[in-house]
């Protein structure tokens, strides 16, 4: 099932410049939102994640935005490092069930 | 900082075989989940379980595949009859009860090759 989105697969950006990823969602039951970071052949790591009573969270450089009516939500990295680059996962909650996008791959360039 | 371990890192298997994967998830954690990644694709939700009995499944998890928490801390996936479609990176996580948070925490992966 396709009930949260990645469209990008990959994205690439300058060091220090902002990385902006993005997700969307089909379930309207989803009310706990999280972004996770994976590198090869390691779990996903969680980075950080919003309730469905916020817009906007914050942690360093670490923001995620969620928009409830167009169901989508999105995490800005300011600034980019190269030790951000990795594997970005979406992830939306309903109860127990937690769904994932397919990840973006982000590579920040030195 | 507690983490979730699980064993084997890797194993390789033959075709039709029995394979069991072994997790310890975060003690005190009330939330199992078992996850697995086909090389190149998306994380996928296999299964979660609350309570010693299993909340919800995806429709991966067929009859081939069945959960046990066989005591108090290790939590298992045994996949009955391997097939080469089974080949994937298998992730157990855990999260802690109704008032600890919705954030699930993922072990390092048990990386299963069927051949």
């Known amino acids: 099932d396709q009930q949260v989105k990645q469209n990008s697969p990959s994205l690439s950006v300058q060091e220090g410049r902002i990385s902006i990823l993005n997700c969307d969602y089909t379930?309207?039951?989803?009310?706990?939102f999280l972004w996770y970071k994976k590198y090869p052949a390691e779990g996903p790591t969680f980075l950080i994640s919003?309730?469905?009573?916020?817009d906007k969270n914050e942690d360093g450089r670490f923001t995620v935005f969620l928009n409830k009516s167009a169901k989508h939500l999105s995490l800005h990295i300011v600034p980019s490092q190269p030790g951000d680059s990795a594997v970005y996962f979406c992830a939306a909650s309903a109860r127990e069930d937690m769904r994932f996008g397919a990840g973006t791959r982000l590579t920040v360039k030195p | 900082e507690p983490e979730v371990t699980q064993t084997p890192s890797h194993q390789v298997t033959q075709m039709g075989q029995e394979v069991i994967l072994r997790c310890v998830p975060i003690?005190?954690?009330?939330?199992f989940y078992w996850y697995r990644q086909i090389l190149g694709q998306k994380v996928e939700f296999l299964v979660s379980?609350?309570?010693?009995?299993?909340?919800?499944k995806s429709e991966i998890f067929d009859d081939q595949f069945s959960v046990e928490r066989p005591d108090g801390s290790n939590f298992t996936l045994k996949i009955r009859s391997t097939k080469l479609e089974d080949s994937a990176m298998y992730f157990c996580?855990?999260?802690?009860?109704?008032?600890?948070?919705?954030?699930?925490?993922f072990g390092e992966g048990s990386w299963l090759t069927v051949v």
């Open positions: 996580a855990s999260r802690g009860g109704p008032h600890s948070g919705n954030t699930i925490y």
């Open positions: 919003i309730s469905s009573i916020k």
């Open positions: 379980f609350y309570n010693n009995e299993i909340s919800e």
């Open positions: 003690s005190n954690h009330l939330y």
């Open positions: 379930n309207s039951m989803f009310d706990y």
